[in-house]
């Protein structure tokens, strides 16, 4: 069974930690890159004021984690863009699982929780090209820009709140 819930306790930041380091090895061992200490600052933010992480349970064992704000942030998103009600999704990171696509499910999540709390549209960005394309031509999400942060190029997507009836967790 999966289930979606906020991350507030102690067996949440052991769960994301793990998840979160078993993920960054499966990138290396793919040539991709993941920030050095990725799981340790992701694990250190559950329970923080500020950073509501969300975990996605399968069977009682974090699985994935995401973090949900309700604020765009302003290098990416235009003043009317931030004026709308949104949520933003930031630091999505999935276990290991062939198939099972987790990433997909904490999208659709985010927009079944956006559109049933009000909110018009889900945005999120991404740093690498390839995943962003992902997002945009697997998952639906649209590009609206390319900006420039911290010396990278970074992918600001959106997609509209919306409903998700067929959705498989519960929370």
């Keep these: 069974m999966l289930r979606m819930l906020p991350a507030d306790r102690v067996e949440h930041q052991d769960g994301v930690k793990a998840m979160v380091a078993a993920r960054a090895e499966w990138l290396g061992q793919r040539g991709l890159s993941a920030p050095d200490g990725i799981a340790e600052t992701l694990a250190g933010q559950v329970g923080e004021p500020g950073w509501p992480v969300w975990v996605l349970e399968r069977d009682g064992v974090v699985a994935g984690c995401t973090t949900v704000l309700t604020e765009c942030p302003s290098w990416a998103?235009?003043?009317?863009?931030?004026?709308?009600?949104?949520?933003?999704l930031a630091s999505t990171?999935?276990?290991?699982a062939e198939g099972a696509?987790?990433?997909?499910?904490?999208?659709r999540?985010?927009?079944?929780?956006?559109?049933?709390?009000?909110?018009?549209h889900v945005r999120r960005g991404a740093f690498q090209e390839r995943l962003a394309r992902y997002y945009c031509q697997v998952q639906g999400w649209t590009l609206l820009r390319?900006?420039?942060?911290?010396?990278?190029?970074?992918?600001?997507m959106s997609r509209r709140a919306q409903r998700q009836p067929d959705l498989p967790v519960r929370g």
Excluded at 93 to 96: A, E, F, G, V
Excluded at 109 to 120: E, F, I, Q, S, V
Excluded at 146 to 156: F, L, P, S
């Design 146 to 156: 390319e900006v420039q942060r911290r010396d990278r190029t970074g992918y600001i």
């Design 77 to 88: 998103f235009t003043e009317a863009e931030r004026a709308e009600p949104s949520l933003f």
């Design 93 to 96: 990171w999935t276990q290991p």
């Design 109 to 120: 999540w985010a927009l079944d929780h956006a559109a049933r709390t009000g909110r018009l």
């Design 101 to 107: 696509r987790l990433g997909h499910v904490i999208a």
